[in-house]
């Protein structure tokens, strides 16, 4: 961490977002129970049991604001990293992001303003709707709250402000504090990042055969599948200010899908360069060590050969070797080749190797 963002977290705008919905519910109590079942007489208190609530509105309604809400928080999600309860947002996306809420807030408000004018025919409607269908309930809409109780339930906000550490004559475990919470941003980072390398992985590096729904490796991908990877590298280049290390890995990640096809299948070497860069990134840790290579200068090649950790295949001794892959009962006379090609080498005796890593991953 760099001793500006010991000081403050310069290059964030911090969002809170402050939206509040309305349940379209209300609290059941006992007398609503026992209006039509005495025997409901010996339930215990609400100070030892809650008893629920009551629909008194259509939660398709409800369902509404809660989109609104949703994308929103997908919209902070996607552009920061969580801090100290709110959404660190880099200066240069901030614009962006506050277009996006103020057009949420807009839409938020757009229906609050629909459903509260037509409040009451609604709710009347949904308790009709329901008294016929449960005409031993109809007490239970007997305390219908207005519009103007419901609006003051109802609404969308958000607030932008920037963050820094304690006065430096304040006791310095507070300082140490805000310190630990700057340097947990990187932590997020790569979660996030090994996030989005596991859902290649789950979601488009394998598939689940028709014929016998058996779940195995696709025999290829195609560009639109590297979308998380995508996603990955733009996320740790607006972060690359929080640690000399992640504007490197941004750009070995990068670097990569430049080399890949942008129409057309990506298989064969393509196609393990994409699974080893994957496996590479799947956790935390994994991404970290990456990020320190990469750091030093190294390119992919140097890294999925020198990297640690059990999607790694090392070079050692001019073989590809997998300790992983001997626990896992491969055999690793079939599997460990002399690696005298670069990894995007074509050659029969490459392919052959490359073929046996497909089987491993």
């Known amino acids: 961490m760099t001793e500006l963002a010991k000081k403050d977290a310069t290059g964030l705008v911090c969002v809170m977002l402050d939206v509040h919905i309305w349940s379209g519910r209300r609290h059941l109590e006992k007398t609503d129970l026992i209006h039509a079942n005495p025997e409901f007489r010996k339930l215990p208190e609400k100070e030892l049991a809650n008893l629920g609530s009551v629909k008194i509105c259509d939660p398709d309604d409800i369902k509404k604001f809660q989109k609104v809400k949703g994308k929103a928080e997908r919209a902070l999600k996607r552009a920061g990293l969580p801090i100290l309860g709110a959404i660190g947002v880099p200066d240069h996306l901030f614009e962006a992001v506050h277009k996006e809420l103020v057009g949420y807030q807009a839409e938020f408000l757009a229906l609050e303003a629909a459903f509260l004018k037509g409040y009451d025919a609604r709710v009347e409607a949904w308790k009709l709707k329901h008294t016929l269908e449960n005409p031993g309930w109809t007490h239970l809409f007997g305390n219908i709250p207005s519009a103007s109780h419901v609006a003051g339930r109802l609404s969308f906000d958000f607030h932008p402000y920037r963050i820094s550490a304690p006065a430096d004559d304040l006791q310095p475990e507070l300082n140490e504090r805000f310190d630990e919470q700057m340097k947990g941003l990187k932590g997020e980072l790569l979660t ?117 950790g059990p999607a790694s295949v090392k070079r050692e001794a001019g073989t590809v070797v997998s300790s992983e892959m001997a626990a896992e009962g491969f055999d690793l006379d079939a599997v460990a080749q002399p690696m005298t090609t670069p990894i995007n080498a074509t050659t029969n005796q490459h392919d052959s190797m490359l073929d046996n890593l497909a089987a491993f991953f």
């Not at 990068?254 to 096809?261: A, F, N, R, V």
């Not at 298989?267 to 290579?293: C, T, Y």
Request: charged share 20%.
């Open 192 to 308: 996030e990042v090994a996030a989005e390398a596991n859902v290649l992985m789950a979601d488009y590096l394998m598939g689940t055969d028709p014929a016998t729904g058996v779940t195995k490796k696709r025999e290829h991908v195609t560009p639109k599948t590297l979308g998380p990877l995508k996603r990955a590298a733009e996320k740790l280049k607006n972060f690359q200010f929080l640690d000399p290390s992640i504007g490197p890995l941004a750009s070995v990640i990068s670097e990569l899908l430049d080399t890949l096809p942008t129409v057309g299948r990506i298989d064969g070497p393509n196609l393990i360069k994409v699974w080893s860069l994957a496996r590479m990134l799947s956790s935390p840790a994994q991404a970290a060590q990456m990020a320190v290579l990469a750091a030093e200068g190294k390119d992919f090649e140097e890294i999925f050969t020198v990297a640690p």
